[in-house]
C-alpha cells in the first residue's frame, strides 16, 4: 500500500502493508532509528512519538491509522530541545536504549503541564520504563528543563 | 585484593587454550593464548599503541577494550588516559576496540577480551596511565626536537604543549613528529596528588548527546546494504528439537526471502523486520520433545528443598561441597533457640532494553559481526567453530548495547551463534540481522538461576552468632563453560563465602549443593550477591532483633570482630548521612544494608513505607568505598541504576515455568520497577587511594535486603521469599 505521511515536518512516501505498526514503517522504511523497539505491546514506552503533540506508542498504531496527522519522532528535535539539552547536561542517559521515548514523552508533558510537579511528572513518565534505572535523571531533568524559560516555547 | 572477575575465573588456562584451537588445529599447539586467540587477526595497533590515536587536528581517541552498555565506563577510561597525557578533556572522544585477544584481552580473564565482572576500570587503570604517560613523553620529545630546547623544561597542561620561551602548540602539529619516536617502556606516572581530571566531576559521559538526539548507533539500528532480517520460532521448552515445519503460509508473507533450519529452530529471512516477523509468527513446527524439560518451576524448587533437607538424598558424585567450615560442624547443626529460616530466589530474565540481536556475514572472507558484543573473544571462538575459520579472523565491530547485566556474556554465545548459522546459510557474505522481539528475549533462559538458602543460627549470651549452619542449592552458572561446572562454583556463593560475619561466628558450616535442571542460567548483575547478600544481611537484622540490638550497631560490632574496616567505614558513612541515629520522618521506616562485591562496599540505608500493602522506597542514603573514584559522578549513576535494578527484582522479579514453559514474555507478566517507583538514591564516596574497584555491579544486591530490613523493623516480620510482590 503506497501512502503519504508527515514525519517531522515532511510529507514522506511509504509503501508498506496497512497494518505494519508505524514503529516499522518508520525505521525499516524511512530509516529513522532513532525510535526504539523495546516490547511491541505498548508496556515500555521506548517508541514513543508524537501524533499532533500526544505521545503515542508507534508499535501499536498501524500506518493506515495514521492519517493526515503530523507524527514528531526524535529526530525532529533535531538535538536543541531545553529537554534533550538538560538530559546532556545532568548526563542521564546510561544504555541510552529508552531515551528516545523518555524524552519524546517529557516533551508531550511539558507541551500541557509547563511547570509539573514530582506526581505529574511520574504520572506522564511511568509508561516508559529504563531498565538502566535513570529514573531519578529524567525527573530532574524535565524538572531542568521546565525551569528553562525557553521549554514552553519549544517546537514539538 | 579482592577478585574483580570472580565470576570468570574458573576456565582454565589449558581448557581456554583447547577450545581455541579445535578450529586452527594442530597449527596453534602450544603458542601462547591470546597469540591462539587472535591468530588470523589483520588489525595493527598505531605509533602510540593500541589504547590511543592521536591526529593532526588535535583529536585525542582513546580506545575501549570494554563495551559500553550504560555503565559509564567509556567516561572513566578516556579520564585516566586524559589525566596522564595531560590532554584537553573537550578533545578526547572514545572509540571501541575491534575484537584482538592479543591486544585487548584481560589478564584475569585469561587474555580474553571481554567486559564483565564489574572490572573495566579496575583491568585498565595502569594500562591506561601508562598508555597516557608514554604519549605524554613522545610529544615533550618531539616538542624538545622541534623547538631544540630541553625535553625536561617543557610542560604539558589541557592539552598545550608549552616552553618558558614562549613556544607553545596543540598536541596536534607535534603528533607526526612524537609518532616517530619509540614509545618509553616505563613512563612516570603522576603523583595521583596531582590529579586534575580523575575524581572530580569533569570526567562526564561522552555519549550523552548522541544518546538524547536517536543517532547513537545499535545493533538494532544497524542498515548495511542487501541486508536481511531474521527472526527465528524457538521451542516452547528447553532441551525441545525441531522434528519437523510447515512453511507454505510463511513463504506466502510478502517480503520474506528465505526459511532455514537451524540447530535453535526455524529462521525466517525476510526484507523487513515486520515481514520477518510475520513470516515466522505464520510458521508451523512440530518439536521433538523427548529430551526437552518438562517440568514447573514449583517442582524444581521443591526439588532444591528436599535436597537441602536431606529429604533428597544428594548424589554421591558432585554431593555437598564444603566452602567455610571452622569448629565442629555437629555443634553448628545442632543448638537449641536457634534461628532455623529458609529463603527461596526464583529465576530472573535480565530483559534489557534492547532485545538481543546481531547482525552477521559469513560466506565472503573472513566473517564478519556487527554487534554489542560484550566477550568478542567467546563471541570469536564461537563463530568460527560454526564458520569453520581461525577465531582471530573473525571481525567484530562492537556498537553500543541496549544494557546487558550479564545476559551478552554466554560460553555459548546464544544469540550470536544462531545469527552465525543463519548467515551461513545465506552465504555470500550477505548481511543478516537477527531480531529478537520480547518475547523471544524473555523466554530464551540464560536466568539468573533459582536459588534455596536454609540457614540456622544459634547465638552466645550476648545474642551474636555462636554457631552458623549454611546450605545453598543452586544451579551452576559455571556448567557449559570451557572448564566445565566445578563442585564448588564461587558464583552461586560468593558473598555468603567471605562473609564477614562468618569471619565473626566461631563455629561455621556452610556448603553448597549444585541441582541441575533443563533451564539454560547465566549471570545476572552482580551475580552470586543477588540472593547472598539478602539471605547474610536480612539473617543479620533478624538476629539483630533477637539480640535486642540496633542493626547498625549489631552490625559494627560483628565487623570489629572480623577485622572489616571498610565494611565499618560505609556503614559509619550511610548511617551518618542517613540521619540515622534520628527517628525517620513521619510515616517512615528505615532499613539497612551493607555487601562487599567487585572489590568493592556498599552500605544503604533506605527509607521505605507500606502504600496499598507493597512496600515504597523513598529516600536511599548510599555509602561506597570503590578505591580511587574516576568519576564521582558515573558512580552516582551506577548506585541509582543499580539499585533500581536491584529492587526491581526484589520487588516484582520472578520468572516461573510451569510443565516446562515460561510463563512470562513482556512486560505486562514480567514486571519492572517503574518511574513513580523509583527511589532517589544519594550517593557518598568514601575517599580512597586503592586502584578503583567495581561500581557496575556492587550497586544492585544491597536495596533487596535494606527494603527487607526495613520492613521486618515495620512490621517484625521477615520476607524470606523474591519477590516482594507475588503475581
Ligand atoms: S515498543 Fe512500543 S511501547 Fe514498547
Ligand atoms: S538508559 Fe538504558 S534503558 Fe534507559
Redesign the interface.
Known amino acids: 500500500m503506497a501512502t503519504t505521511v508527515d514525519v517531522n515536518g515532511r510529507a514522506l512516501k511509504v509503501n508498506?502493508?496497512p497494518d505494519?505498526?508505524l514503529l516499522?514503517v518508520l525505521?525499516?522504511?524511512l530509516?529513522?532509528?532513532?525510535?526504539?523497539?523495546?516490547?511491541?505491546?505498548a508496556?515500555?514506552g521506548?517508541c514513543t512519538v508524537l501524533i499532533d503533540g500526544q505521545a503515542m506508542r508507534s508499535c501499536q498504531m498501524p500506518v493506515s491509522a495514521v492519517g493526515a496527522a503530523k507524527v514528531t519522532?526524535?529526530?525532529g528535535?533535531?538535538?536543541t530541545h531545553p529537554l534533550?539539552e538538560a538530559?546532556?547536561k545532568l548526563?542521564?542517559?546510561?544504555?541510552?536504549?529508552?531515551?528516545?521515548g523518555q524524552?519524546m514523552s517529557a516533551v508531550a508533558l511539558l507541551a500541557q503541564n509547563a511547570k509539573p510537579d514530582d506526581a505529574a511528572?511520574?504520572?506522564a513518565?511511568?509508561g516508559?520504563?529504563?531498565?538502566?534505572?535513570?529514573?531519578?535523571?529524567?525527573?530532574a531533568a524535565i524538572k531542568d528543563a521546565a525551569a528553562a524559560p525557553v521549554a514552553t516555547s519549544a517546537k514539538v | 585484593m579482592n577478585k574483580p572477575l570472580d565470576s570468570l575465573s574458573a576456565p582454565t588456562r589449558r581448557s581456554l587454550l583447547v577450545g581455541a584451537t579445535v578450529v586452527g588445529g594442530a597449527l596453534l599447539v602450544g603458542c601462547s593464548i591470546p597469540d591462539a586467540l587472535s591468530a588470523g587477526s589483520k588489525f595493527k595497533p598505531g605509533a602510540f599503541g593500541p589504547f590511543l590515536k592521536l591526529a593532526a587536528d588535535g583529536t585525542v581517541t582513546v580506545v575501549s577494550k570494554h563495551i559500553e552498555?550504560?555503565?559509564?565506563n567509556h567516561a572513566g577510561l578516556a579520564a585516566i588516559v586524559a589525566e596522564e597525557l595531560d590532554a584537553d578533556w573537550s578533545k578526547v572522544v572514545v572509540e571501541q576496540a575491534p575484537a584482538n585477544a592479543k591486544l585487548y584481552g584481560t589478564p584475569m580473564m585469561f587474555g580474553m577480551q571481554g567486559t564483565g565482572g564489574s572490572s573495566a576500570i579496575n583491568s585498565s587503570w595502569t594500562l591506561l596511565r601508562n598508555a597516557g604517560a608514554a604519549a605524554r613523553a613522545m610529544l615533550v620529545e618531539a616538542a624538545a626536537k622541534t623547538w631544540g630546547v630541553p625535553a625536561a623544561e617543557i610542560m604539558v597542561s589541557n592539552g598545550i604543549v608549552s616552553h618558558a620561551s614562549g613556544k607553545q602548540s596543540g598536541f596536534g602539529p607535534l603528533v607526526a613528529e612524537a609518532a616517530k619516536i619509540t614509545p618509553p617502556q616505563a613512563p612516570k606516572l603522576k603523583d595521583p596528588k596531582t590529579f586534575a581530571l580523575v575524581g572530580t566531576d569533569l570526567v562526564?559521559?561522552k555519549?550523552?548527546?548522541?544518546?538524547?538526539?536517536?543517532?547513537?548507533l545499535?545493533t538494532?539500528?544497524v542498515?548495511l546494504p542487501e541486508m536481511l532480517?531474521a527472526m527465528v520460532a524457538h521451542a516452547p521448552r528447553f532441551g525441545a528439537t525441531v522434528k519437523s515445519f510447515d512453511d507454505a503460509a510463511a513463504r506466502k508473507v510478502?517480503g520474506v526471502v528465505a526459511v532455514h533450519k537451524i540447530p535453535t529452530g526455524v529462521a525466517v529471512v525476510a526484507q523487513?523486520?515486520?515481514a520477518a516477523k510475520q513470516g515466522r509468527d505464520a510458521l508451523k513446527v512440530e518439536w521433538d520433545e523427548t529430551k526437552a524439560e518438562k517440568r514447573s518451576s514449583a517442582q524444581m524448587l521443591t526439588a532444591f528443598k528436599n535436597l537441602a533437607s536431606g529429604k533428597t538424598p544428594a548424589p554421591e558424585k558432585n554431593g555437598w561441597a564444603a566452602f567455610e567450615s571452622k569448629g565442629d560442624a555437629a555443634k553448628a547443626a545442632a543448638g537449641s533457640g536457634a534461628l532455623d529460616i529458609a529463603y527461596d530466589f526464583p529465576y530472573l530474565a535480565h530483559?534489557?532494553?534492547?532485545?538481543m540481536n546481531c547482525v552477521a556475514m559469513v560466506g565472503k572472507g573472513p566473517p564478519r559481526l556487527v554487534f554489542g558484543s560484550q566477550f568478542p573473544t567467546l563471541d570469536q571462538i564461537n563463530t568460527a567453530k560454526i564458520a569453520t575459520v581461525l577465531p582471530g579472523s573473525v571481525e567484530i565491530e562492537t556498537l553500543?548495547?541496549?544494557?546487558s547485566?550479564g545476559r551478552r556474556a554466554n560460553f555459548a554465545s546464544d544469540y550470536v551463534s544462531e545469527c552465525v548459522h543463519i548467515a551461513k546459510k545465506v552465504g555470500g557474505g550477505r548481511p543478516v540481522k537477527l531480531v529478537w522481539?520480547?518475547e523471544d528475549d524473555m523466554r530464551a533462559g540464560y536466568f539468573r538461576p533459582m536459588v534455596h538458602h536454609t540457614v540456622r543460627v544459634t547465638t552466645d549470651a550476648e545474642g551474636y552468632p555462636a554457631t552458623w549452619r549454611h546450605r545453598i542449592v543452586s544451579q551452576s552458572i559455571m556448567k557449559g563453560s570451557p572448564a566445565g561446572t566445578p563442585k564448588l562454583d564461587d558464583s552461586a556463593i560468593e558473598g555468603t563465602k567471605g562473609s564477614p560475619y562468618l569471619k565473626a561466628t566461631p563455629v561455621v558450616d556452610a556448603q553448597l549443593l549444585i541441582a541441575d535442571t533443563g533451564v539454560p542460567v547465566l549471570w545476572w548483575r552482580s551475580v552470586g550477591a543477588t540472593h547472598t547478600a539478602y539471605v547474610m544481611e536480612h539473617t543479620i537484622d533478624q538476629l539483630a532483633k533477637r539480640a535486642g540490638k540496633d542493626p547498625v550497631a549489631y552490625r559494627r560490632a560483628l565487623y570489629q570482630k572480623a577485622g572489616a574496616k571498610r565494611h565499618i567505614a560505609v556503614l559509619d558513612l550511610a548511617a551518618e548521612k542517613a540521619g540515622w541515629a534520628s527517628p525517620a520522618q513521619a510515616g517512615w521506616t528505615r532499613g539497612v544494608a551493607v555487601h562487599e562485591s567487585f572489590g568493592s562496599v556498599v552500605a544503604q540505608v533506605a527509607e521505605v513505607k507500606m502504600e496499598n500493602g507493597q512496600p515504597k522506597v523513598g529516600r536511599v542514603v548510599t555509602a561506597i568505598d570503590c578505591g580511587t573514584a574516576i568519576s564521582p559522578?558515573?558512580i552516582a549513576?551506577q548506585m541509582?541504576?543499580?539499585?533500581?535494578?536491584g529492587l526491581?527484582a526484589a520487588m516484582y522479579g520472578a520468572i516461573t515455568l510451569t510443565d516446562g514453559v515460561v510463563d512470562q514474555g513482556?512486560?505486562?507478566t514480567y514486571r519492572?520497577?517503574?518511574?513513580?517507583e523509583?527511589?532517589?538514591?544519594e550517593t557518598h564516596i568514601l575517599p580512597s587511594t586503592n586502584p578503583p574497584t567495581g561500581v557496575g555491579e556492587p550497586g544492585t544486591p544491597v536495596i533487596g535486603p535494606a527494603v527487607a530490613n526495613a520492613i521486618l523493623a515495620l512490621t517484625g516480620k521477615p520476607t524470606l521469599s523474591q519477590p516482594f510482590v507475588k503475581a
Open positions: 508498506a502493508a505494519t505498526p516499522w525505521r525499516d522504511e530509516g529513522m532509528t532513532g525510535t526504539k523497539y523495546g516490547c511491541g505491546i508496556q515500555c521506548a519522532t526524535i529526530e528535535l533535531a538535538g534533550q538530559w546532556v548526563d542521564v542517559p546510561q544504555c541510552g536504549y529508552c531515551q528516545s524524552i511528572i511520574t504520572a513518565m511511568d516508559n520504563i529504563c531498565r538502566c534505572g535513570a529514573y531519578q535523571r529524567i525527573r | 552498555f550504560g555503565q559509564g562526564r559521559r555519549d550523552s548527546a548522541v544518546k538524547s538526539n536517536g543517532t547513537a545499535y538494532q539500528d542498515v532480517t510478502p523487513s523486520t515486520w530483559a534489557t532494553m534492547e532485545p553500543f548495547a541496549g544494557g547485566f522481539t520480547r559522578d558515573q549513576a541509582e541504576g543499580g539499585t533500581c535494578y526491581s513482556n512486560f505486562d519492572v520497577l517503574r518511574n513513580s523509583a527511589p532517589t538514591v
